[in-house]
């Protein structure tokens, strides 16, 4: 750093920078790229998502971290965290300065343990390391037991520590943030209780609506080649004490002769003119997996066919998070990458 202070370096590199002859030919082989300054600092987020957690957080809290290590679960990584947290309770008993026999033995086949589970390359909890990380704990695991001692000054248990604690906090953590399990978390004891006594009410009949909604769906595959403007999108849930109406509204929405005329493509549909809000987010029972699922309560509102004879129209859909990413992926492929996009599905 002084070197690049200095006034004659920093004169002869804005020589070099506004000098437009070639520079000169290397004569020395070109040297290995090192990682320079690689985890001098940590990029910073300047916009915090009301979404991000720390994996400190999650462990200090015993409900999250029950449904951390569900989600785990699901991903079939549980075995990451159980790494993790063998090697913690490992490097607390290894580092008491005056060890017995008997510990050096106990500990010894706890790290023959950890590397038949998690360095094997035929064990089914296999954590990929770095070949030296590995071959050194190989030769700890295979030695006598009085060597394990040296693990209070070796490096490799830790830097095997520090990979799998980066990939915890780095890919997991954020995925769990925008999982399900972590929905349900936020959401428990959250919903309203007026909407939760009209649901309990409403619960045999939307069960109801949901068999004709099946049905009808059956139906206009039958009678339409595209979808209706307007109509309803399948949903995972009806509007609250508004079952009736919005089945009512589908059937006529299929057979309303104004519609023909506004799918022409003299009246193209003009999305400015859409009003969307997601007013509350909501709980959907999945009779398939049979859990509830978080799902958000999307408000449309259309204004842009008054022209043709048509009062402004209301519907709601449900859905999940996941589905947001679902749209993603088709806007970028037919209208390829744009930044408001980007912008759009994360406000």
Known sequence: ??????????????????????????????????????????????????????????????????????????????????????????????????????????????????????????????????????????????????QVVKLQTMRCLFEAYEHVLSLLENVFTPMFCHSDEYFRQLLKGAESPARNSKMSRNTSKRGESFGISRIGSKIKGVFKSTTMEGAMLPSYGQVEGEDDMVEEAMMVLEDDSPMEAASTPSTPRNLSAWNITIPYIDFYDDDVKRERIPVFCIDVERNDRKAVGHETEHWSVYRRYLEFYVLESKLTEFHGSFPWINAALTM
Request: proline content about 6%; aromatic content about 10%; some cysteine.
């Open 1 to 146: 750093m002084d070197y690049l202070a200095d006034p004659d370096t920093v004169n002869h590199l804005i020589l070099i920078f506004i000098d437009n002859s070639p520079p000169e030919e290397a004569t020395e082989p070109t040297s290995a790229l090192v990682p320079f300054l690689q985890k001098y600092s940590d990029s910073r987020n300047k916009k915090p998502s009301v979404l991000k957690l720390e994996l400190k957080e999650i462990r200090e809290q015993q409900d999250l971290l029950f449904r951390f290590m569900n989600f785990l679960k699901q991903e079939g990584a549980v075995h990451v965290l159980q790494f993790c947290l063998a090697v913690e309770e490992f490097n607390d008993r290894i580092l008491c300065p005056e060890l017995s026999d008997s510990e050096k033995m106990m500990l010894h086949e706890e790290v023959k343990k950890i590397y038949e589970t998690y360095c094997l390359d035929e064990s089914i909890d296999k954590i990929r390391f770095d070949p030296f990380i590995v071959e050194e704990i190989r030769n700890i695991a295979e030695g006598p037991y009085a």
